[in-house]
């Protein structure tokens, strides 16, 4: 079974901190992969997609890489802002998919952000 | 390009009664899911459409629910008799399949099954 796992659940830190948020995936046969941002109530916004070619993807303060070797992916947000509190969400299409198709999401880390 | 609509927003409906639930992809992108978010099982997908057929719709809990896409521009999903677990948000998402970019999710539409 294919999985998609994000750590921590949850994390509150104080303004300005840099920050790095967690998804593991099982079988590294990748095509690409997505973060997301969700805010309460609200639907998905995409933040970053990385394909299997690419090691990050940068955005602003947000950074994102892929490494399939070791089934990681990390999104790193530099000088945290309260505007940043949400939850982020990590997905991927399932191997040997071609890349399309639907996308397996990890369950989310909510962040908090306080002044 | 006003992105993935859906409608309604939100749904409030008394159990057994059929629910209709809407969306409008971007122009141009060929692919439409429809996706189920729930706390216990975050998000599941439940259907999705190439070119509007339907091709993988193993995710449909069960008879109850039904999705359509008649064009390109417009799917439906349908749930006859609705029941209190359906309770949950559903999005709608759509890409041009064959391109390297990514998904765009809709707003969702929040439903209440009392």
């Known amino acids: 079974k294919q999985e998609v796992t994000q750590i921590p659940a949850a994390l509150s830190v104080p303004e300005g901190e840099n920050l790095v948020l967690n998804c593991s995936f099982t079988?590294?046969?990748?095509?690409?992969l997505q973060w997301f941002r969700q805010d309460p109530g609200k639907g998905l916004t995409s933040l970053l997609l990385i394909q299997s070619s690419q090691r990050e993807q940068t955005s602003g303060r947000l950074n994102a890489s892929l490494d399939k070797s070791s089934g990681r992916s990390t999104l790193y947000i530099a000088a945290s802002q309260p505007g940043d509190s949400a939850t982020y969400l990590c997905a991927r299409p399932p191997a040997f998919s071609g890349g399309y198709n639907k996308l397996i999401f990890g369950a989310g880390t909510r962040l908090a952000v306080h002044p | 390009d006003a992105g993935v609509i859906q409608s309604p927003r939100h749904e409030v409906t008394e159990m057994g009664q059929e629910v209709t639930l809407r969306c409008k992809p971007i122009?141009?992108?060929?692919?439409l899911f429809w996706y189920r978010q729930t706390m216990m099982r975050g998000l599941e997908l439940l259907i999705y459409?190439?070119?509007?057929?339907?091709?993988?719709d193993s995710g449909m809990p069960e008879d109850r629910f039904s999705a359509k896409m008649p064009n390109a521009s417009f799917s439906t999903l349908k749930i006859q008799p609705s029941e209190p677990r359906d309770s949950a948000v559903y999005f709608c998402?759509?890409?041009?399949?064959?391109?390297?970019?990514?998904?765009?999710f809709g707003s969702g539409t929040r439903l209440t099954v009392v």
């Open positions: 459409f190439n070119n509007n057929v339907p091709i993988d």
């Open positions: 079988d590294s046969a990748i095509y690409n």
């Open positions: 122009s141009g992108h060929n692919s």
């Open positions: 998402a759509s890409r041009y399949e064959g391109s390297v970019s990514g998904y765009t």
